[in-house]
């Protein structure tokens, strides 16, 4: 389904792209500026109007909610009969949120408020929600296009693939990252979807098995709604508390 070349490409200019921002992060070009900038032109853009409208969407992308998500795919393929992709794909789900934790640990980044959270939540750079969505979800849509033929395959994968841009983007509006964090987070993620992609495809699996398919977006579709019930609460306390602090700078400080 997906041609060597195009694989080898998005992994090449993800990389690249990655290297580049860590490199910004840790204070060898100064990455600062244009975060700075681009922060301080969209807190132009806040209001309380639009701030549940993206509680609900950055929901989509919270670590509980994505490993729940994960898990439920994991459990369709195997009751569809198709362990290997369900290792493949538990494997990436259980290794990228350990590289975001790791690479938080290493730059420890300060995030655009000042609002106490302890252990990796602290740190900013890169952006969990970004990088465990555009994983999740993309693999999501990629089994999309190859489920569903013709114009119901491109729509799903597009809505699928439109998820984690919307959920990068809530980050950014709620003050929890820098626009350099949701980058690092999709770059991160694109190459785990390679890895993913070259995975399964040294063991294709039997066309019945495409049924866990359907199946797995239900189960996420049916699942949110309660997550949402759950924790949105205490997720709109959360954001009234970091609103009442002050942004630790305009410019980030690399690193920090």
């Known amino acids: 389904m997906f041609r060597a070349p195009l694989l080898a490409w998005s992994a090449a200019i993800s990389a690249a792209a990655l290297a580049l921002l860590v490199a910004g992060v840790a204070g060898l070009w100064p990455i600062g500026a244009i975060d700075g900038a681009f922060e301080a032109w969209l807190s132009g853009l806040r209001g309380d109007a639009y701030a549940p409208v993206m509680l609900v969407v950055t929901a989509m992308g919270d670590g509980l909610f994505l490993t729940l998500a994960g898990a439920l795919a ?51 750079f890169p952006s969990g929600h970004a990088a465990n969505s555009a994983l999740i979800y993309g693999a999501i849509a990629a089994l999309s296009l190859i489920t569903f033929r013709g114009m119901a395959g491109k729509i799903l994968a597009g809505a699928f693939i439109l998820l984690p841009l919307m959920i990068g983007a809530s980050r950014l509006y709620l003050g929890a990252h820098w626009l350099s964090d949701v980058l690092a987070g999709y770059a991160l ?19 019945h098995h495409s049924r866990a398919v359907p199946l797995i977006m239900f189960l996420i579709a049916a699942a949110f709604p309660v997550y949402l019930l759950v924790t949105l609460p205490d997720a709109a306390d959360l954001y009234r508390a970091i609103e009442l602090h002050e942004p630790v700078a305009r410019t980030p400080s690399p690193g920090g």
Do not use: C
């Open 74 to 124: 994991v459990i369709a393929f195997l009751f569809t009969g198709a362990r290997r992709r369900a290792l493949a794909y538990g494997t990436a789900f259980m290794l990228l949120p350990q590289a975001v934790r790791a690479l938080k640990w290493l730059l420890e980044r300060a995030r655009p408020s000042d609002f106490a959270m302890t252990g990796t939540n602290a740190f900013s």
């Open 189 to 207: 993620a694109i190459l785990f979807l390679v890895l993913l992609a070259l995975a399964v495809a040294k063991h294709p699996e039997p066309p």
